[in-house]
């Protein structure tokens, strides 16, 4: 059944913008999608390889600030007095990059950090992302610090054809965030059906026996990070283009954990996990909003997450495939008996 | 020169906290293989609890820090007793991302009830510093110094002295066999979290009355301690001691020479160097890095 959830709920979503024109749910809907991009690809590592990226806002602010920057142009002086001076270029060609550096900035994080194993890659990645916000706040002759980044250009596309246009509505850039949700879906799917993504579940369940029929870990491990950090600087590029104003606050914590609470609550290690986390988290605060003060929305998200770790440990999607399958039937094995990793990891 | 002498002496109080900030984290992982993501929370929470001993109470400052350290201590065994006891046969992963939603309760709990806006806690010491040679420095730091250092030596004879300390040790070193010889496992795993707890919760209501009080002020502290037990290695005890003075230099130095804004950017560069040369940390034992 969970095999047609996504088509499903894309066909649903195509559809959705034909009778729903109210701007603040449509709006609502658009940023849903951004942060369900970046679940998307925590999950690739979170749920897959088993790696918690702690910093994952970091790459999609660097995606954001790469985006817009590559966009509106900037003009900064660097030691040794170098000077660059850069035009703006079409967003099109910011987005392009934002998920290039991103995916570079994942692959020298993976790099050093995959050395050793255990709770490094999720310190290295949290205190990433707070100097990337330090970065962005103390650069201002790039970033403008503070001041915030503004009328960032709204993204353009080159149609063979049709030539340029501009996506300035909100139903059109929903369709862009919907087509690009859509691409990175088909993306992880192919990934994670292929021999790289059953090297990755292997080092994610035994890391020991991975290796030994030859799957290269650091190597995997660093490849999972850098397709990661790539998709989240995607969706930076997207988010930036369509807010239009960015600053150091996109780096805060908080954005990290409202995308792994997605992830966890969805279902990690499943295809469907993070859309269904995405659209309940994403809607949620929005249906809470006349309810509660934003703070106390915050403490219901931890107690949920809490909540959520306790009676449903795998989140959402596998609770519901373990319902439906017939009784004497067992539900899928659990997760092999963590203490039994943690001894036979070197 | 008189520059210098300046950023060691501030070192050296800073250093104190940090390092009772390291040695809590380093003793839950070390004994207990969780990643404590409600540290930072643990230190905003005992700068309140100072605040609301001191300020709203009106207790003596010398009165209101146990209070605070006691406070932690409770509010560590409800966390552990509630959340991690139930989690013992989890995965690492599993009971970090607990604790990330017991932080985010917690951090948001005290927005909730304390609002945003930063709270003082006023200090019985002479506003007229102490000077030595070109340096000076508050009476009030020179307390906090002198508190943390106590702290740390208390933690170590209460680790290396006492019959709690050596069950520690043991289910430190292996928590079957330590079972067998008659330990209480699950007991070592409360007080240490407690403890651990403690020691951050004393930080925060040292520095509280040093800077100023607001919830997300564990934020940095968390980031901090983090860097300082990768520094030290993760599970050490005087790796974490010697970390917390290493960053406190660290930081000095680089706002004093290089920039003030990156102050904070130096605990990650620590990692990194951390992680290039020695990637276990300076003084951990092998067999820890899991």
């Not at chain 1, 392009?96 to 692959?107: E, K, N, R």
């Amino acid at each position: 059944m969970t095999r047609f959830i996504a088509p499903a709920l894309l066909a649903g979503l195509a559809l959705l913008p034909l009778w729903l024109q109210d701007p603040y749910l449509l709006n609502m809907l658009i940023t849903t999608g951004i942060f369900t991009i970046g679940a998307m690809s925590l999950n690739l590592l979170l749920g897959y390889t088993g790696q918690l990226s702690l910093g994952h806002i970091a790459f999609v602010g660097i995606g954001a600030y790469v985006s817009a920057l590559t966009s509106l142009g900037f003009d900064v002086g660097l030691p040794f007095g170098v000077r660059i001076t850069h035009e703006g270029w079409p967003p099109a060609v910011g987005f392009v990059l934002a998920v290039a550096i991103s995916g570079l900035c994942g692959y020298l994080l993976g790099l050093l950090s995959f050395r050793v194993r255990g709770a490094y890659f999720v310190i290295v990645t949290i205190s990433f992302a707070e100097v990337v916000r330090l970065v962005a706040l103390n650069w201002v002759e790039l970033t403008q610090g503070p001041l915030a980044l503004t009328s960032i250009p709204f993204m353009t596309l080159g149609l063979p054809g049709l030539g340029e246009a501009t996506l300035r509505s909100k139903t059109q850039n929903y369709y862009l965030v919907l087509a690009v949700a859509a691409l990175s879906y088909l993306l992880i799917a192919r990934l994670v059906g292929s021999r790289f993504g059953r090297a990755m579940r292997g080092l994610k369940e035994n890391e020991p026996l991975a290796l030994s029929v030859g799957v290269n870990a650091t190597r995997t491990l660093t490849i999972a990070a850098t397709i990661s950090a790539a998709m989240a600087g995607a969706a930076g590029s997207l988010y930036a283009h369509y807010i239009r104003i960015i600053d150091p606050d996109i780096f805060s914590f908080s954005y990290t954990v409202t995308m792994v609470i997605m992830v966890v609550a969805g279902g990690k290690g499943t295809l469907a996990g993070p859309l269904v986390g995405g659209l309940i988290f994403g809607v949620l605060p929005v249906a809470l909003r006349p309810v509660m003060a934003p703070e106390a929305q915050w403490i219901v998200y931890g107690l949920t997450l809490i909540a959520i770790l306790f009676v449903m440990p795998r989140g959402i999607v596998p609770a519901l495939e373990a319902l439906r399958l017939p009784r004497r039937t067992k539900a899928p094995a659990p997760a092999p008996a963590p203490a039994m990793q943690a001894e036979a990891q070197p | 020169m008189d520059q210098l002498v300046q950023h060691l002496v501030n070192t050296l109080v800073l250093g104190g906290t940090y390092a009772l900030l390291g040695i809590g984290l380093t003793l839950i992982f070390g004994i207990m293989n969780v990643v404590n993501f409600t540290h930072g929370a643990l230190y905003t929470f005992g700068a309140y609890a100072m605040y609301l001993a001191a300020v709203a109470l009106g207790l003596n400052f010398f009165a209101a820090l146990p209070v605070a350290l006691v406070a932690g201590l409770a509010l560590g065994a409800l966390i552990e007793w509630t959340l991690l006891r139930p989690l013992r046969r989890a995965d690492i992963d599993t009971t970090m991302l607990v604790m990330i939603g017991a932080g985010i309760a917690l951090q948001s709990g005290a927005l909730w009830l304390f609002g945003g806006v930063a709270k003082a806690i006023p200090a019985p010491f002479p506003d007229e510093p102490l000077q030595i040679g070109p340096a000076s420095v508050s009476w009030l730091r020179i307390f906090v110094f002198a508190a943390a250092l106590a702290l740390i030596a208390v933690t170590n004879l209460l680790i290396n002295a006492t019959k709690l300390g050596r069950a520690m040790r043991a289910t430190f070193q292996d928590h079957d066999t330590a079972a067998l010889m008659g330990v209480n496992v699950s007991m070592i795993y409360t007080a240490t979290f407690a403890i651990g707890s403690s020691l951050a919760a004393a930080a925060g209501a040292l520095l509280g009355p040093v800077y100023v009080v607001f919830p997300q002020m564990g934020d940095l502290a968390a980031v901090k301690a983090f860097a300082i037990v990768i520094l030290g290695g993760l599970g050490s005890i005087t790796g974490a001691t010697i970390g917390g003075f290493v960053l406190a230099l660290a930081e000095e130095v680089g706002a004093g020479y290089i920039s003030s804004g990156y102050r904070d950017a130096m605990g990650f560069l620590i990692i990194m160097a951390v992680l290039v040369v020695k990637p276990t940390g300076l003084f951990a034992r092998a067999e820890r890095i899991g």
